[in-house]
């Protein structure tokens, strides 16, 4: 079967329209599906009484006070993004006539030094990570993973029938490159997280480096850099600018604060992007992947602003630091090294008992991993919201485990993630 027979028989105009739509459609939490879910498995008053509560929580202008389950950042855009948004939306009756997308990508062009052609903007890093691993993927060519890491890949093999390996992190946390290529020396993708969801943790460049020097001719490393710009650590772009069989995916929606407004970048050769087309012959993707122009506007004056990222990312690792201090002190658990907006702390219990238990303290938590099930992921937020959740964490802890565990089989999960339902 040819490549292009693999992919349109893995993926039906259906399922790429639920992949790449999912973010749209994206009702991470429902309440009514909560209530809907308890009301079929209940076998006690008192208990339908304990979901009816969760429900009322995470309700719209509930009693949840501190969201720290998404890797969303509290502060939003920054000003200049902010003004220039301001100034663009009245033009919004027109299509981009000032091409402001243009001018996002010869200005991150520049920066990098990376030639034209190079550059993809889209309306956040989730579609075009999809269309990454999907066009080098399929039933003959797998993916290997880090362990624990982000679902993208995973979800992706599923939808292209291609198998999968599971890497465990090194005892650093990070991907362990030369585990993964002997995991499969011909696999298509090489996937890293870079810092790493959900610990947070860096890969050494270096050991990409290893990794892109000694795969196969026929393979890509994939480097997912959501979140890298809370690190201090050097980027992998240049790698694409050499000219290297990688591609690097960024995202405005961590630091710059634009989750909810969706621009994101892809970066690569032009042979890899020319592929994203190769994954459904039912879409055109520039047309339904074009970046609106007010992403367009807040994108541009992100970049413009130089202050934003290292503002942002000493406050961060500042607050970062004092709220991993306060669990050491306390004698908690949690994953060392984290460069990014998140921690992965051990609740010594099923992570989805304390995500329950946070909620009736008025504070949403992310979620755990199969791999580590007893540790959840909790996003850096304020110094106001770290604080409160220090107070709501300590006294959860000091409850018995299992005190919740009759909920969790109805429990639908914290909002996260705009990928994740």
Not at 34 to 52: I, P
Not at 165 to 179: E, G, N, Q, R
Not at 400 to 409: D, E, I, M, N, R
């Amino acid at each position: 079967m040819d490549r292009n027979s693999i992919f349109n028989s893995a993926i039906s105009r259906r399922n790429f329209v639920r992949t790449f739509g999912a973010g749209a459609a994206a009702a991470a939490f429902s309440p009514a599906m909560l209530a809907q879910q308890a009301k079929a498995g209940m076998d006690g008053e008192a208990r339908r009484k304990e979901l009816g509560e969760i429900s009322r929580l995470t309700a719209q202008n509930g009693g949840v006070t501190v969201w720290i389950s998404s890797n969303e950042n509290p502060h939003g855009p920054c000003t200049a993004a902010l003004e220039l948004m301001a100034k663009t939306g009245p033009t919004g009756g027109r299509y981009d006539k000032q091409h402001l997308g243009n001018q996002v990508v010869d200005l991150i062009s520049k920066e990098f030094s990376l030639k034209p052609g190079y550059v993809e903007f889209y309306p956040g890093s989730t579609g075009p990570l999809d269309m990454a691993l999907m066009s080098n993927i399929g039933p003959d060519k797998g993916i290997i993973c880090g362990d624990p890491g982000y679902e993208q890949g995973p979800w992706a093999a599923d939808a292209c029938k291609a198998p999968i390996k599971f890497v465990p992190l090194t005892s650093t946390f990070a991907h362990d490159v030369k585990a993964m290529l002997a995991a499969d020396p011909k696999a298509g993708v090489y996937y890293i997280c870079n810092p790493n969801n959900p610990t947070g943790t860096m890969t050494p460049k270096e050991d990409i480096k290893w990794l892109l020097k000694n795969k196969n001719p026929g393979s890509v490393v994939i480097v997912d850099e959501a979140y890298h710009h809370f690190s201090p650590d050097d980027s992998c772009i240049d790698l694409v600018a050499a000219d290297q069989d990688i591609i690097v995916v960024r995202t405005f929606s961590k630091l710059y604060g634009m989750a909810g407004i969706r621009a994101g970048f892809v970066f690569a050769k032009p042979e890899y992007i020319a592929r994203f087309q190769t994954i459904s012959p039912f879409i055109k993707l520039r047309s339904v992947a074009s970046v609106s122009m007010m992403a367009s506007a807040a994108a541009l004056a992100s970049l413009q602003d130089k202050t934003v990222v290292p503002t942002r990312r000493k406050e961060n690792a500042d607050i970062r630091s004092e709220t991993l201090e306060f669990l050491s002190k306390k004698g908690y658990k949690f994953i060392p090294g984290s460069q990014a907006n998140m921690f992965f702390v051990d609740t010594g219990r099923p992570g989805k008992e304390m995500q329950i238990a946070m909620l009736k303290e008025g504070v949403s938590i992310g979620r755990t991993w199969p791999k580590m099930p007893t540790y959840c992921r909790i996003t850096v937020g304020t110094a106001d919201e770290m604080k409160k959740f220090q107070v709501a964490f300590a006294k959860c802890m000091e409850e018995t485990p299992g005190k919740h565990a009759a909920l969790v089989q109805h429990f639908a999960g914290n909002p996260t993630e705009l990928y994740r339902s």
